[in-house]
């Protein structure tokens, strides 16, 4: 080798040890979360570089120690520079801590202000306006518990006001039990997915007669894929803010990496997918909750209720806004079907053929196309798993357990072997060869007195149809 080309070979081996060395460094020195002035630390290091722990002699390895109002009296003080001010001995209560807090921070209390907690007692607390800040961290719950705090909590919120990087991300409550109107659907749904962008996408999988989109929400990137649909019924809307807080509760412990009913959801996720259909009937679901000046086929509905009732109560209209029941729209022994009405109707009229419904067929395209590995459809009422249709040997034993084991998880009853025909489970059952389940919620239409007993019985229960068919 030639000394010139040494020498260049020389020159280009120190430049690139050179840029490599600047390269290690500037990455070295770019701050990341938690950093402040290129030093990484926590909210321990941030409170005793203020110099207020030495003085209550806190560490850290003393975090787990309850707080005397009096110590917490004194950082305060320290910290924004006000005179403490006497007042009751004892043990510091989280309610205290944050007034604290908020004063700090310079906030106060919103009044009526509930998005990020689902209960707040006593209502003067100010939990909301801190966990928007992130100065607090939001329970997996969203219930606020009032008990004495450790010198660890108390530390990490105060830091958390002095170094905005200390903070955390907190995810506001977005689903409540209202009269879940179509429009509230919407909205709610692009809530959910801008929130949790990782773990929920929309799609459009039909639409209604007049025109309303027919939403799923897929939660999940597994190959088993679970299905979960709602006010396939008109009347049974309450449902639709069900399947909504199921998957809004199972995308905030995904997110966050909490556990919910002993299940690591975020885990389950990468195995499973999870499809959530929360409002089949937009059309009949806006007449029941807005009447039938929300709707274009207002006068057609107006003249079905006079010729059946005489009077313009749509409170029990299960049909669509056609007058088509849509749960006796599948082609399965639909010719043959009983108990049913032979022109338009609040109820019972299973249409002129089967699948004349635009929502019945986008209900079977969506099935076919996914074939879940089970189907959860949600109706009100009777607090009952209606799950038979016909199954034989192997796939009688198999449907027999989800049932039984649903309903223990629920608290309804399985026991019944009924036989319909025409409904979406029937066809599911019979064409897919798949388990479908009927799950009837609740003892009355649209009653929010039964909303909490109604989500303490089926929060878990997509978690654990998806660990059956797992298993």
Do not use: C
């Not at 990455?27 to 209550?56: M, N, R, S």
């Not at 109002?69 to 309610?95: H, M, N, S, V």
């Not at 607390?125 to 909590?153: H, K, M, N, Q, Y």
């Not at 389940?437 to 654990?464: C, H, P, T, Y």
Request: proline share 4%; glycine share 10%.
């Amino acid at each position: 080798m030639s000394i010139k080309v040494w020498g260049r070979s020389f020159l280009l081996v120190v430049v690139a040890v050179f840029a490599a060395s600047f390269l290690l460094a500037y990455v070295q020195k770019t701050p990341q979360a938690g950093e402040v002035h290129g030093v990484v630390q926590d909210e321990w290091d941030t409170l005793e570089g203020t110099g207020v722990l030495g003085g209550l002699l806190w560490t850290k390895d003393s975090g787990d120690a309850a707080v005397l109002r009096g110590e917490a009296r004194q950082l305060f003080a320290l910290l924004t520079d006000k005179q403490g001010t006497g007042g009751a001995a004892g043990l510091l209560t989280r309610g205290e801590l944050y007034r604290y807090l908020a004063e700090m921070a310079g906030e106060e209390k919103k009044k009526g202000d509930t998005e990020y907690y689902l209960a707040v007692n006593p209502m003067t607390v100010p939990t909301d306006v801190l966990a928007r800040l992130g100065v607090v961290d939001v329970p997996e719950d969203r219930i606020f518990r009032d008990g004495s705090v450790s010198r660890g909590e108390v530390v990490t919120a105060a830091a958390r006001v002095l170094e905005p990087q200390l903070r955390t991300e907190n995810s506001p409550a977005v689903v409540q039990p209202v009269f879940y109107t179509y429009g509230t659907l919407e909205a709610d749904l692009a809530s959910l997915a801008a929130l949790y962008p990782e773990q929920v996408t929309l799609e459009v999988i039909g639409e209604s007669v007049e025109g309303r989109k027919i939403y799923a929400a897929r939660l999940g990137t597994g190959g088993v894929n679970i299905q979960l649909d709602a006010a396939m019924h008109a009347r049974e809307w309450l449902t639709t803010p069900l399947l909504m807080k199921m998957l809004e509760n199972y995308a905030h412990h995904a997110k966050y990496g909490y556990e919910l009913g002993g299940y690591d959801v975020a885990v389950m996720l990468e195995d499973v997918t999870f499809w959530f259909v929360p409002m089949v009937n937009p059309d009949g679901v806006t007449l029941v909750l807005e009447g039938p000046n929300a709707v274009k086929n207002g006068d057609f509905v107006r003249e079905i209720k006079q010729n059946e009732t005489g009077e313009e109560d749509f409170a029990d209209w299960k049909a669509n806004i056609r007058g088509v029941d849509l749960n006796r729209q599948f082609p399965v022994r639909w010719d043959v079907l009983r108990n049913v009405k032979t022109k338009p109707s609040a109820s019972h009229f299973k249409g002129y053929e089967p699948l004349s419904e635009p929502e019945a067929v986008a209900m079977m395209e969506f099935t076919r196309k996914h074939l879940p590995a089970v189907v959860l459809t949600y109706h009100q009422r009777g607090d009952y798993i209606y799950w038979y249709y016909g199954q034989e040997g192997a796939v009688l034993k198999r449907d027999a357990r989800i049932a039984r084991e649903l309903a223990a998880v629920a608290g309804y009853g399985w026991e019944y072997y009924g036989n319909d025909g025409g409904m979406y489970r029937d066809w599911i059952i019979t064409e897919l060869g798949l388990p479908a389940l009927i799950m009837e919620v609740g003892q009355k239409l649209g009653d929010f007195g039964e909303w909490d007993l109604a989500w303490r019985r089926n929060s878990l229960v997509g978690l654990r149809a998806a660990e059956l068919v797992m298993e």
